[in-house]
């Protein structure tokens, strides 16, 4: 007589709510990121403040992101990865609160660079993903938290600019704040804290010769174009940045304890996803960057279409829901044939996209397309970068080797936005006698971004690893929170 098969037990609540909270933890970021552009036109005259220090709203939230991503990546690693996460979205609820109550620039620029904290989200998240999920299910997993920087910025951005149109702009905050609240209340409920540790001193000496380094770096880059690229004070920069993280760089590799692993940094599998995200975070950031100038323009241009902020955020709302809805099919792709074939093919798209806005960038509807396809490219991308990242490396450095990659993506944004400015820049003609950039300067910027993505498809395919018809074996064949470096001796 066969034996009944046995029915598995239902997992608890908090167990089934791991996946869908820090989901929302992760587009929570997004927003956060995204929600002060539509102010930025106003906070001059709402602050009394120059053009120039309100600039620093955004820039102070890409600095400290930028610095604390792979610091606190490394102390999730060592003190544990949900306390650390719960640390780094109170500091953004704690940004939010100070903007809602002030209108001093001063305290602002504090407030947002508080926020720049919840940059750790993703890389945090991603490594309890790891340590928590079966293997079946931490590819769908990961790829739902990638999707969520661009579904969350796709929803920040209307959201906001409804906020600021119809209501006080510090409502906008005190929703944020009360988003952030319900998120941290939520992390603490459903999600374990992971058993996975790597013990030991936490390198004070490196995180702040990193902290330097990467402000001299990125203030550099950010601030080239207002200051001048030939201006003592941004070769001061560079050379200081030269200076700082090579010094840093020695210093890493002498200590027992590095706040970055650098040799496990240039091995060919990390090394080259690295540079992979670099380059595809700079392909990535000119289709919203540009797309929100573009459709804004004047219809005077002659391809303006004169949106206002709220009809621009629903023009982005559609690649949103593209990286929402093509996110399981990405996971499914790197289960069959493995993650760096769906970053080439994630890439390859992102390039086809910039086609498609090249070939067409007046109509309303090619428009959303063209953004909607790159979208769909950066979904398949980031969702395979953070699996390359989690087979190469130990169980115990996930978070900060996720924190560096995360890290390089925010560095090639920078590196977009600076970019993308010196060539509209350069191409500009009046429109009811102020400088508007033109349409060509508008395409020289895409056909860059779509030659970025290609590099960075070329960077996939040199990724060493498995044959591609052996994602599926691997997926199988490897142990619990192994990495496949452990498996191959990578």
């Known amino acids: 007589m066969d034996q009944p098969v046995p029915i598995p037990a239902p997992r608890p609540l908090r167990a089934r709510m791991t996946v869908p909270v820090l989901a929302f933890a992760g587009m929570l970021m997004a927003i956060m990121q995204t929600v002060v552009i539509p102010l930025l036109p106003d906070l001059p005259r709402l602050t009394g403040a120059s053009p120039g220090a309100v600039s620093w709203m955004v820039t102070a939230t890409l600095l400290a992101g930028a610095v604390l991503t792979p610091v606190l990546g490394r102390a999730g690693d060592m003190y544990g990865k949900r306390r650390v996460l719960v640390a780094a979205l109170g500091l953004m609820v704690v940004g939010s609160v100070m903007c809602a109550l002030s209108s001093d620039i001063r305290v602002l620029i504090t407030a947002r660079a508080l926020q720049g904290a919840a940059s750790a989200v993703i890389p945090l998240s991603i490594s309890i993903l790891r340590d928590e999920l079966p293997p079946e299910r931490t590819g769908g997993a990961v790829a739902l938290m990638s999707a969520t920087v661009g579904i969350g910025a796709a929803l920040g951005l209307p959201l906001a600019a409804l906020i600021v149109q119809y209501a006080d702009w510090h409502v906008m905050f005190w929703a944020t704040a009360g988003l952030g609240a319900v998120g941290v209340t939520a992390v603490a409920w459903a999600v374990r ?118 009809e621009t955020g629903l023009v982005l709302l559609p690649g949103g829901i593209v990286m929402l809805v093509f996110s399981p099919i990405s996971a499914r792709v790197s289960a069959a044939r493995g993650p760096r074939v769906t970053l080439a093919i994630g890439t390859a798209g992102i390039a086809l996209g910039y086609v498609v806005r090249i070939a067409d960038s007046r109509d309303l509807w090619m428009i959303i397309v063209g953004a909607a396809v790159v979208g769909m490219g950066t979904t398949f991308a980031y969702s395979a970068l953070p699996m390359l990242i989690l087979r190469a490396v130990p169980p115990g450095q996930t978070a900060s080797a996720n924190g560096v990659n995360v890290l390089m993506r925010t560095i090639g944004q920078a590196l977009c936005s600076a970019a993308v400015a010196a060539v509209l820049v350069r191409h500009t003609s009046l429109v009811g006698g102020a400088p508007v950039p033109t349409l060509h300067g508008y395409l020289l910027a895409f056909g860059m971004a779509g030659v970025v993505a290609l590099l960075a498809c070329t960077a996939a395919l040199t990724i060493p690893g498995d044959p591609v018809t052996g994602g599926t074996r691997r997926a199988r064949g490897r142990t619990r929170g192994a990495p496949d470096g452990a498996l191959e001796g990578a």
């Open 193 to 310: 804290e992971s058993p996975v540790r790597e013990p030991g001193r936490f390198d004070v000496v490196g995180a702040l010769g990193l902290a330097v380094g990467l402000v001299c770096l990125l203030l550099g880059v950010v601030e080239g174009g207002e200051w001048g690229w030939g201006s003592a004070r941004i070769v001061g920069l560079f050379l200081g940045a030269v200076g700082v993280l090579g010094l840093w760089s020695w210093q890493q590799l002498s200590s027992r304890q590095p706040l970055v692993d650098l040799r496990l940094a240039v091995r060919p599998r990390v090394g080259l996803s690295h540079v992979a995200a670099l380059l595809t975070g700079f392909a990535f950031y000119a289709n919203s960057l540009v797309t929100a100038q573009l459709v804004q323009a004047p219809e005077a241009t002659g391809y303006g279409l004169g949106l206002s902020i709220v």
